[in-house]
Nanobody
Framework: QVQLVESGGGLVQAGGSLRLSCAAS????????MGWFRQAPGKEREFVAA????????YYGDSVKGRFTISRDNAKNTVYLQMNTLKPEDTAVYYC???????????????????WGQGTQVTVSS
């Protein structure tokens, strides 16, 4: 099992940027696929982005393609989510998730992730 701690959330105006970080501990980070999911009030948790344990491929939800970028630094046991051109509809709690040697076809499937962080709030004002 790996423990995950997110950081970097906050309040930003529409059009602005934030970078979320997720620090992992307790496991061999380079063996885990990493994903970002988000949950807005009254909505289901949805897929945002994922990166394979090897670093490629990466996948993105349709609503964030071209605006968000996921990356990982295995030397720092950290995965990042760079969020640009933020919109009010991006407001949600963002969760980091990890899965050991997850096959590429499952990267966007939240049910395959068995390690989750506590979440970090992102609020985008209009």
């Amino acid at each position: 099992q790996v423990q995950l701690v997110e950081s970097g959330g906050g309040l930003v105006q529409a059009g602005g940027s934030l970078r979320l970080s997720c620090a992992a501990s307790g496991g061999t980070f380079s063996s885990y696929a990493m994903g970002w999911f988000r949950q807005a009030p009254g909505k289901e948790r949805e897929f945002v982005a994922a990166i394979a344990w090897s670093g490629t491929p990466t996948y993105y939800g349709d609503s964030v393609k071209g605006r968000f970028t996921i990356s990982r630094d295995n030397a720092k046991n950290t995965v990042y989510l760079q969020m640009n051109t933020l919109k009010p509809e991006d407001t949600a709690v963002y969760y980091c998730a990890a899965a050991f040697h997850l096959p590429d076809y499952a990267l966007a499937r939240k049910g395959w992730y068995n390690n989750w962080g506590q979440g970090t709030q992102v609020t985008v004002s209009s």
